[in-house]
Structure formats: C-alpha cells, structure tokens
C-alpha cells in the first residue's frame, strides 16, 4: 500500500504560482510513474502532468502546456508540480497518482494509476 499527501494549494490571484508536493510513503516509488490529476466542481478529473520513474519522460495536458512542470525527487519520495501563470479556469482540487505497476508508460489516462492522495485545493481567482 503507498500512502500520498499532497500539499502546497492555495488560494492565489491570477498569473500567480504556485508549488505542489507529493510525498509518498513507500520506498519503490522511484521505480513508478507518478500523475498529477485535477478535478473541478462537476467537472470530469482530468489528467495535468505525469513523469517517468527515471524522470525523463514528461507529458502535459495541453491546457497546462508551457505554464506547469512536473518534476520528482527519487531519493526523497516527492514528485512536484510548479504551476506559473495560473487561471481561474485552473481552480480544482489537485491529487498526486502512483502507476498501477512498474512496467506502466506515462500516461494521463487515470485508470493506470493505482494509489491516490486525498488532494490539495487550488483557487485561482481575483
């Protein structure tokens, strides 16, 4: 079982930043994918940001692409997403995701993401 906190939401005006954390409690995390989802009030989740186990494979949702960078910490079991130039529309509650095993690709299709966090609330607005 992998246990993931996030922290780092807010509330911020907008084109401001912010950083969000994952910390997860299982020392094979480095060998997984790990996701970065958001899901706004009635609204579908949806897939922002996730990044190979090695870290050098990244993919972005497209409406993220250019402003969010998902980077991670093998060593210390933390997995970021650095959110520049922030929108109202960006406003959801934000959850960390561990692939369902090691051989997953990255991929922003949650249903290959096996262990959530319970999330982190990120308001954007004036």
């Known amino acids: 079982q992998v246990q993931l906190v996030e922290s780092g939401g807010g509330s911020v005006q907008p084109g401001g930043s912010l950083r969000l954390s994952c910390s997860a409690s299982r020392s094979s995390l480095p060998y997984h994918v790990i996701g970065w989802f958001r899901q706004a009030p009635g609204q579908e989740r949806e897939g922002v940001a996730c990044?190979?186990?090695?870290?050098?494979?990244?993919l972005y949702a497209d409406s993220v692409k250019g402003r969010f960078t998902i980077s991670r910490d093998n060593a210390e079991s933390m997995v970021y997403l650095q959110m520049n130039s922030l929108k109202p529309e960006d406003t959801a509650v934000y959850s960390c995701?561990?692939?369902?095993?090691?051989?997953?690709?990255?991929?922003?299709?949650?249903?290959?993401?096996?262990?959530w966090g319970q999330g982190t609330q990120v308001n954007v607005s004036k």
């Open positions: 990044i190979s186990a090695n870290g050098g494979t990244t």
């Open positions: 995701a561990v692939a369902a095993t090691m051989a997953t690709v990255p991929t922003l299709s949650s249903g290959a993401y096996a262990y």
